[in-house]
């Protein structure tokens, strides 16, 4: 790797250095154990591992509504690469989640913004082919902001410097969105569309949703230095799955127990268990509904 200068047009030093003021690293995130557990997307996992593994096709759309997951799945792909749950293929690679914004951030205009993209599609698409790389994974949120058609997006357009690379398959990429906004913006570009496999998220019903929070609580717990009973977990699930429709499993939950947590802490300081009255206030500041009619539920 020392002869970086000479074997390739973006250096090593430099190519770090773009991941440094450009990326996050999900599995250097995973390995210091900053992601909660990743619960009950074991079979979307292996999908998208699947389509890594391809020789032609290896881009993944992860394709699911607001708050059901997208981002968690790509922290659940870096935790399995960390644990050695992969195969020799994607052994130590990285899943680098491209910050956007901070890419943006001080450009004057959308040929200063590709300038600063350019290098970092270049850096790790030299580097696919020589062995004494590791596979790099780069990760878009909400990639229908890259395209083109994306009015009032200032990311729009970055898809054409991307894409000369994903024809010559040189890059992983996964790319986040909702249906809606991939049939919107990215399928009407062919090119674009026949170069990802999409990988459906599908809403967790009540049963999953209450055993993905209960194998988040712990660290919750830790957060707030206080406890939260199964009962309590159950409760938050029905509740937000009855009254806050609009919003889906399992974030609305997992940010009800949360806010329920800190509310309870508030009056109450730490230790001991989640009263159910803060559990209660809360959603009921959420929804507008009466403490007294929640209880009723």
Known sequence: MG?????????????EELYHKYCRDFTQLARAGRFDPITGRDEEIDQAIL????????????????????????AGLAQQIIAGNVPDYLKDARVMEIDLAAMSAGTT??????????????GVAERYHDPAYPKVILF?????????????????????????????GDLHVIGATTLDEFRIYVAIDPAMDRRF???????????????????????????????????SIETIVHLTEEHMRKRNQ??????????AMAHHVKLHGTGGELKMESVYYMISKETGISPNALKRD
């Open 3 to 15: 002869d970086s200068k000479i074997k390739f047009k973006v250096s090593d030093e430099q190519l």
């Open 51 to 74: 389509i890594l593994l391809q020789k032609g096709r290896k881009n993944v759309a992860l394709l699911a509504p607001a708050g059901v997951g997208k981002t968690a799945l790509c």
């Open 109 to 122: 205009g959308p040929a200063e913004f590709q300038g600063r993209f350019l290098p970092l599609c270049k």
């Open 140 to 168: 878009i949120d909400e990639m229908h902001q890259i395209m083109p058609s994306c009015a009032g997006s200032a990311y729009k357009g970055l898809s054409e410097v991307i894409k000369p690379y994903l024809t010559v």
């Open 197 to 231: 496999q999409k990988v459906f998220l599908a809403v967790p019903d009540v049963p999953q949703t209450i055993a993905i929070v209960k194998n988040l609580k712990a660290g919750y717990e830790k957060h707030h230095k206080i406890t939260v009973s199964d009962k």
């Open 250 to 259: 399992p974030d609305k939950s997992i940010i009800m127990m949360d806010a």
